[in-house]
């Protein structure tokens, strides 16, 4: 039966003059064990790694060293999968990457290498890259004719390390200095101008909805809400934004083989058919 794999799309900031493709082939230039990097979690590497011209593709790779499942059949007996102790169970997330646009594809394993570990992997040393969410073309458009912000809903729960927020632009951190003020682990914020004529500071406003992009690109699911009601000037009607609902992903089914596993090379092809699915799009907003 075939299985559904989602991919979530990204645009690659790099700081300090860095080179993410560069970067990518220093790391896996390593020894596998060298490739280890281990955090909080389970170790995590960069398991494959190709370059051909200006598309890179790999394979990261997380291994579970703890809590590892049983093996069980629907008959109701269970037995232990017998492991080494230097082994565990490895999750795999498999990436591509278009360098003239800077555009990443993730797959999305929420067993294995969320964003916030691809970043936090590739930033061991410090911060080089940083993941932003890529917001649908016809968003983006209706976004940026809109010169009348009339109202933005923020929802952010469960929040406990609120560093992330920290940096993300003034609006983003009045929202976690009002969360914090309170020890509130969720805060709501909606800011409009309710039944007055005018605006809200418009700068101000993408600020945030750019900072809180940001954050998405962390992997932090506890921003629940994000939209705007805005109009383009005061003879249209307002539009209301879901920009979560926005964010570019694809959907694809993919045949597992005869043991059950979708092997690196399956998920490659179907990152590569997802890409040329988006790539007229993504060439009006990068190219």
């Not at 890529?134 to 809903?153: F, G, H």
């Not at 959907?251 to 997802?274: G, M, S």
Request: net charge neutral.
């Amino acid at each position: 039966m075939a299985r559904t794999m989602t991919v979530d799309f990204y645009r690659v900031d790099v700081t300090g003059g860095h080179d993410f493709q560069r970067l990518l082939a220093d790391v896996y230039a390593l020894p596998p064990e060298e490739r280890n990097r281990t955090g909080s979690s389970s170790p995590i590497r960069l398991q494959e790694y190709t370059h051909n011209g200006d598309i890179l593709e790999g394979d990261m790779l997380k291994i579970r060293m703890d809590e590892v499942p049983l093996k069980a059949s629907l008959h109701g007996s269970t037995r232990f999968i017998d492991l080494n102790d230097d082994e565990g169970i490895g999750e795999e997330t498999a990436f591509y990457y278009y360098v003239p646009w800077r555009v990443l594809l993730l797959q999305r394993n929420r067993h294995a290498v969320s964003a916030s570990a691809f970043t936090w992997y590739f930033n061991h040393g410090g911060p080089i890259i940083e993941l932003v969410p890529i917001l649908r073309s016809d968003i983006l458009q209706r976004l940026a004719r809109m010169t009348v912000m009339r109202k933005l809903d923020v929802k952010i729960a469960g929040v406990e390390n609120a560093e992330i927020f920290r940096g993300e632009g003034h609006g983003v951190g009045a929202i976690i200095d009002l969360k914090e003020a309170f020890s509130a682990p969720n805060v709501s914020v909606s800011v409009s101008m309710g039944r007055r004529r005018g605006s809200l500071l418009v700068d101000n406003v993408r600020e945030t909805i750019s900072g809180l992009l940001r954050v998405l690109g962390y992997g932090d699911r506890r921003l629940k809400k994000l939209a705007v009601e805005a109009q383009e000037d005061y003879t249209h009607s307002p539009e209301l934004l879901d920009i979560l609902k926005s964010r570019i992903l694809e959907e694809i089914e993919i045949d597992p083989t005869a043991d059950r596993r979708l092997p690196y090379d399956r998920r490659k092809d179907a990152l590569r058919e997802v890409f040329t699915r988006r790539r007229t799009e993504l060439r009006q907003m990068f190219g």
